[in-house]
């Protein structure tokens, strides 16, 4: 194959080798997503439903949860289809359609992850502020910030990758199409104008990890100020949730993309993708409603 034009479809990395593991993996697959599409949504349901939770950080929760639900949507169903169908194949445009939304879902979660902790960091370190700093306007300008952001680097993204040469067979090591596993075809040097994208876009991450990490400290310095034992527990409560699906998201993703080549293999590649594009999205309704005791009653009047 001279080149991506000639490339009418790819191969996806398969989870099991035998009918029986497909099958498995099939009802597996189902369950997480069934459970991801409730959690997720009923948490817009009830933010959208109880004006109670009409506040900045129920608001970037329901957006968060929207983001979930595309970006499980987005990998999940065709590996599914693939699982029980006993297939591999995806077309070109399938994709490249699933690399763009993938490529733009993540960084639109991990963006408006910064903008939640914006959040708690004026609730906790500025309170007197917070209607003034994070009003109505505000958290809808900040929002489409983060998901206009997230489109335009998509679009780069994938504009490059699919504009280069591909040579090297249509083999993907992945469960579904994602920029490295693309440039891993591409012929000899052709590959180097997404690298320079991926470092800017590598910049960008390091800003807003750096601003997590900024937020969280002047939280906690703050926190550890409240003079009562109850002030604290309630900010903390504020901040856990956030601050685990962070790390959760953070983690994996930082694992995926960065651990050392010698200890990588299709089956840990495997295992890695899976955990940081299927998992927070199944369990970050969890995370937000274990310790919400005003969500989990909304939660409950809805059941």
């Known amino acids: 194959m001279s080149n991506g034009s000639s490339i009418t479809q790819f191969l996806l990395l398969a989870f099991a080798d035998t009918r029986e593991l497909q099958l498995l993996t099939f009802w597996l697959f189902l369950g997480i997503y069934l459970a991801a599409l409730l959690g997720n949504g009923l948490i817009i349901t009830a933010i959208a439903c109880d004006h109670r939770l009409h506040t900045p950080m129920y608001f970037f929760l329901l957006n968060l949860s929207v983001l979930d639900l595309g970006s499980i949507s987005t990998t999940l169903p065709k590996a599914m289809a693939n699982s029980l169908w006993d297939k591999r194949a995806i077309s070109y445009p399938g994709c490249a359609a699933q690399l763009f939304m993938f490529a733009f879902l993540l960084v639109a979660e991990y963006c408006l992850l910064t903008v939640m902790a914006y959040d708690r960091y004026v609730a906790i370190c500025k309170?007197?502020?917070?209607?003034?700093?994070?009003?109505?306007?505000?958290?809808?300008?900040?929002?489409?910030?983060?998901?206009?952001?997230?489109?335009?680097?998509?679009?780069?993204?994938?504009?490059?990758?699919?504009?280069?040469?591909?040579?090297?067979?249509?083999?993907?090591?992945?469960?579904?199409?994602?920029?490295?596993?693309?440039?891993?075809?591409?012929?000899?040097?052709?590959?180097?104008?997404?690298?320079?994208?991926?470092?800017?876009?590598?910049?960008?991450?390091?800003?807003?990890?750096?601003?997590?990490?900024?937020?969280?400290?002047?939280?906690?310095?703050?926190?550890?100020?409240?003079?009562?034992?109850?002030?604290?527990?309630?900010?903390?409560?504020?901040?856990?949730?956030?601050?685990?699906?962070?790390?959760?998201?953070?983690?994996?993703?930082?694992?995926?993309?960065?651990?050392?080549?010698?200890?990588?293999?299709?089956?840990?590649?495997?295992?890695?993708?899976?955990?940081?594009?299927?998992?927070?999205?199944?369990?970050?309704?969890?995370?937000?409603?274990?310790r919400n005791q005003e969500l989990k009653d909304v939660l409950w009047k809805l059941a």
Not at 223 to 236: C, D, M, N, T, Y
């Open 127 to 290: 309170p007197l502020h917070y209607g003034t700093l994070l009003g109505s306007r505000a958290c809808v300008h900040v929002s489409a910030a983060a998901w206009g952001s997230a489109f335009l680097n998509a679009v780069l993204h994938t504009a490059n990758t699919f504009s280069l040469p591909l040579c090297r067979g249509n083999a993907l090591d992945q469960f579904f199409c994602e920029i490295p596993q693309i440039l891993k075809l591409s012929c000899s040097d052709s590959y180097l104008r997404e690298v320079g994208l991926l470092v800017v876009s590598a910049c960008l991450v390091l800003g807003c990890f750096v601003f997590l990490v900024v937020s969280y400290v002047q939280i906690l310095r703050a926190v550890l100020r409240i003079p009562s034992e109850q002030g604290r527990h309630k900010a903390f409560s504020t901040c856990l949730p956030h601050l685990a699906v962070v790390s959760l998201f953070v983690s994996t993703a930082m694992f995926a993309y960065l651990k050392p080549p010698s200890i990588s293999s299709p089956s840990l590649d495997l295992v890695v993708s899976f955990l940081y594009s299927v998992v927070p999205p199944a369990v970050n309704p969890l995370i937000y409603s274990m």
